[in-house]
């Protein structure tokens, strides 16, 4: 009787604690999972920028024409779309294979086998000191959902200059799943393609 009294008090224990780490454990967990999301990112955009601007000049060296071409633009913003698809996929089924010893690769692979992208102490979570404690794993499922917006802007710059931006905004829907519960979330992650400035004012067409 006793060492039931003993089980069940320590299980009311462990479960008030675990309660009492669910806040911070959110907020690790979403850190984390944005972390891992800006290096995916980073690694799987395309890196062919060219051409992506249009400029044309009248005899005087003046700017005629400045516009994106839409049709590169957004077969970039699809292939960038397609690379994350196609990463996140391998990396839930589990067959992601480092395709180098680089850090990322590694890291990437190691998430593929295990499921998890990382672990924190209850310690930590709790903000004791402690040399021994348990981890709590931090995984999560991708719920194949990635869209993608293009972000544009041609504006004056200076005196007789001109800035031209452009990005591309990808949005990302997963679950991160912690011992007991799931959390819902969506990142969004901006990719600067093309930042510019060209000697010229903008043409008239643009200011209305």
Known sequence: MITLCLFIGIVILISYLYIQCIPRLKEYGRFEIER?????VAHSSSDDFNDLLIIERNADNEIDLLEFDMAKVNQLASQIVLNLEDTYASIEEGNYLAKDDSYYEKRIENI???GIVSK??????LNI??????????CYKHLSTISSSINKSIENYGINHVMVELSIEVNINLTMTYPFFEQYDTH???????????QGQIPLVYNH
Do not use: G, H, K, W
């Open 188 to 198: 969004t992650i901006t990719i600067p393609i093309l930042l510019e400035i060209f």
């Open 112 to 114: 593929a086998q295990s």
């Open 129 to 138: 000191p402690s040399f021994v404690s348990p981890s709590i794993a931090i």
């Open 120 to 125: 924190v102490t209850l310690s930590t979570l």
């Open 36 to 40: 891992l999301n800006q290096l995916i």
